[in-house]
């Protein structure tokens, strides 16, 4: 009998993007928001986390969140957290079953997955967290749990759209510095960004061959939250797991 190594046995990463609709949160969070950290009634935010849970068929404490700050802190997760997961913006894991969610409001979900290695990642990506290479280093927490670049497959998720996302010269100077294909004209001829696709041209460099987006624009589709386009408002989610 020959010898052979012993591999993982196959998975199959999830990935799922919530929108405001059919939840418990009251104007202005109506109705399906999951960010407990933006004025919503505490009870609401549960009970809406609770049907994601129900849904996605996991017991609630296998959702893991993060405290989100625009960096590009990863923390790497085996098991429930009973709070978020302070000062991070990048989750990752090879452990089925626990859910990794990132929560937006104009800035981008990344979530990714190498599912021969059974390693994902759930990222937040806005202008900060593109400019302070949030997605690189979530790439390298990724490898040094087994994945390989050219095996991952990235979902960028709903964000503000390059049309709609006005920021000053010198502002999107400094991102393009890192990701020139995020410097973009806005619809009214002003200088802006498109932030998923410089993300898409940084995981490209990195060898990323499989990149797929949610071509929706927040501020656009009033079925997502949007800070920039109401001010105090709720917050979806991507979620990624290994199922």
Same mark, same amino acid.
């Given at each position: 009998?020959? +010898?052979?190594?012993?591999?993982?046995?196959?998975?199959?990463?999830?990935?799922?993007?919530? %929108?405001?609709?059919?939840?418990?949160?009251?104007?202005?969070?109506? +109705?399906?928001?999951?960010g407990a950290h933006v004025? %919503?009634?505490?009870?609401?935010?549960? *009970?809406?986390?609770a049907r994601v849970a129900r849904e996605l068929g996991v017991p609630g404490d296998r959702l893991v969140w993060m405290a989100q700050v625009h960096g590009a802190g990863v923390a790497?997760?085996? @098991?429930?957290?009973?709070?978020?997961?302070? +000062?991070?913006?990048?989750?990752?894991?090879?452990t089925t079953g626990l859910?990794?969610?990132? $929560? *937006?409001?104009?800035?981008?979900? /990344?979530? $990714? *997955?190498?599912p021969v290695a059974g390693v994902v990642a759930a990222v937040h990506a806005g202008r900060e967290g593109l400019r302070l290479g949030v997605v690189p280093?979530?790439?390298?927490?990724?490898? @040094? $749990?087994?994945?390989?670049?050219?095996?991952?497959s990235a979902l960028l998720g709903p964000a503000v759209c390059g049309a709609c996302y006005e920021v000053p010269a010198a502002?999107?100077?400094?991102?393009?510095? /890192?990701?020139?294909?995020?410097?973009?004209?806005?619809?009214?001829?002003?200088? @802006?960004?498109?932030?998923?696709a410089g993300l898409d041209g940084v995981l490209r460099g990195l060898g990323v061959a499989e990149v797929v987006h949610d071509p929706r624009c927040t501020v656009e589709d009033?079925? $997502?939250? +949007?800070?920039?386009?109401?001010?105090?408002? @709720?917050?979806?989610?991507?979620l990624v797991w290994l199922g």
């Open positions: 009998m020959s +010898s052979t190594t012993a591999a993982r046995p196959a998975v199959r990463p999830r990935r799922v993007v919530t %929108d405001r609709r059919g939840g418990r949160s009251r104007p202005p969070y109506d +109705s399906f928001n999951l004025g %919503d009634d505490p009870d609401d935010v549960a *009970a809406n986390r790497v997760v085996d @098991g429930p957290r009973p709070e978020p997961v302070p +000062s991070t913006d990048a989750l990752v894991t090879r859910v990794l969610g990132v $929560l *937006a409001a104009d800035c981008v979900p /990344v979530l $990714l *997955a190498d280093a979530a790439v390298e927490a990724m490898r @040094g $749990l087994g994945a390989r670049p050219e095996r991952l502002m999107r100077a400094e991102v393009a510095a /890192v990701a020139p294909d995020g410097a973009v004209r806005t619809r009214r001829g002003t200088p @802006g960004l498109d932030l998923r009033r079925r $997502l939250f +949007s800070h920039r386009r109401d001010g105090v408002t @709720g917050r979806q989610a991507g």
